[in-house]
Every structure is written in C-alpha cells, then in structure tokens.
C-alpha cells in the first residue's frame, strides 16, 4: 500500500510566475452547499494569500442536463446549496471569466467506508510524552478501481501534505494506511484534536493529486516550472473534484 502514497520528492527550480487563473471546483455528497473558487496564483516566494477573480459566470450541469448556477458570494467564492453529488453521476463544470470558457468533466464514485481512525506511538520515539502516529482503515472493493484523497487536521490545522493512494497492491482488500505528514516539524501528541477526511475520487482527479505532490514535493501550494496535471479545458491551475467525503474526529491517546 506504502508503494502507491505520494512520496516522491523532486528538487524544484521555483519561479515567480503569478497571475494565472486557479480553478478549486468541488462537488459533494454531503448536502451542504457546493462551492468553487477562483484565484490567481503569486510568486512562490510570496505568502499565500491568492487574490480573487470575481465576475465569473459559473454552471455546473448533471448527467441528466440539469443545470445549477453558481452564485458569487464572498469575492472569488461562488456557490450553490440546491446541487448536492449523486455517487455514479457525472458533472460538467463550466466557467466563463476573462472572455475564455473553462469546462471540466468529474464523476462521483460510489461510497467506500471510513471504518475507522486510530493514534499509536511512531515506531521510534522517546520520551514522557511519545509523538503519536495516525492510521486510517476502510475496505477496498474487490474488482473496481478506486481512488483515495485524505485530509488530516490537527487542533484545526490542516496538514498541508498531499495523501494520494489508489488500490493497485490493495484491491479488495481491508486497508490500513499510516498518514505520516511530510513536514519533520509537525507532531502529534496524546490530547491532540485529530480529524481526517477520505474523499473518494475518480482518476483523473487523483492524477491531479498525485502529480501535484510530486511536483512540490508535498510542500503545499506554489508555483513549479510544470503544472500539475488538471481536468481542465483549457488547461489552467486547478482541478475540477465531484468526490465522496466523510470525516472522523479523535483525540490522540
């Protein structure tokens, strides 16, 4: 399982290319509202603090031809709460900004369960207060292809790794994977507030994922001289993600 996480590490010529469109496109399952952002990306030895592009015309339309408009609420931020993610449906997502119309296409996979998260102490350790470890386990269906996304928050924090896996070694199998954060200096101890998040997504979305975290060597956003590569027409920053998502909150111990 350890063979297909996102790993990899590539030393980067970083530029200061900005003012580029970024695209973060989600639909859900959830029921709450859906939302997408546009941005543009700055220099990455700036903060990130991306400015908003407003104005845009946004519709994502279902499998069937319904078609939900998007709404600008906070500057960049449009949304709609009568759209909720069907697992098995295909979105379209369209965007007109700057004269140029982007389109994305993403289906929802079927559920795959988040049975449960549990902390250990890391295999090497010392110390009063051992630094703690945190392992998710769900089943993967046998014979389908599937592909995983994991975000781990710490006290609120999100851990700005990328968790990519998908069950090539794994299929069908019960699956135990150690979300271990990139980051040296990020620690978990016994009282910490930990929540994952598994999303189920569809290849195109984990290629996104996966070749995201290659590019940046799991340092989070930023400008690298190859983009990552997105499911978006025409090609720009981002992604466009109809996933599953669920989350579990434990206290380390």
């Known amino acids: 399982m350890f063979t297909t996480a996102c790993t990899k590490v590539v030393k980067l010529d970083l530029g200061n290319v900005s003012g580029r469109l970024v ?60 759209l909720t993610g069907t697992p098995g449906n295909t979105y379209t997502m369209s965007v007109l900004t700057g004269g140029i119309t982007y389109t ?58 990328v968790f990519a896996f998908n069950d090539q070694f794994n299929d069908g199998l019960t699956t135990n994977v150690v979300l271990r954060p990139a980051d040296n200096n990020i620690s978990i101890y016994a009282g910490d507030n930990v929540t994952v998040e598994m999303q189920c997504i569809d290849q195109p979305v984990y290629l996104y994922w996966l070749t995201l975290s290659q590019q940046q060597g799991n ?6 001289p190859s983009d990552p590569t997105t499911n978006i027409t025409p090609a720009s920053l981002g992604y466009f993600s109809a996933h599953t998502t669920q989350t579990k909150t434990i206290i380390a111990k």
Request: glycine share 8%.
């Open 219 to 224: 340092q989070g956003a930023g400008v690298t």
């Open 104 to 161: 994305a296409v993403s289906t929802l996979p079927a559920v795959v369960n988040l049975d449960s998260v549990v902390s250990k102490n890391r295999a090497i350790t010392s110390g009063s207060n051992p630094k703690k470890q945190i392992s998710v386990y769900y089943h993967d269906p046998a014979g389908v292809a599937n592909q995983y996304l994991f975000n781990e928050y710490i006290n609120g924090v999100q851990v700005q790794t």
């Open 23 to 82: 695209i973060e496109g989600n639909i859900t399952n959830s029921g709450a509202a859906q939302v997408i952002k546009l941005s543009t990306n700055v220099p990455f030895t700036n903060t990130n603090t991306y400015p908003a592009v407003s104005g845009a015309t946004i519709s994502v339309k279902d499998q069937t031809g319904k078609s939900y408009s998007f709404i600008e609420g906070p500057a960049g931020m449009y949304t709609n709460a009568q």
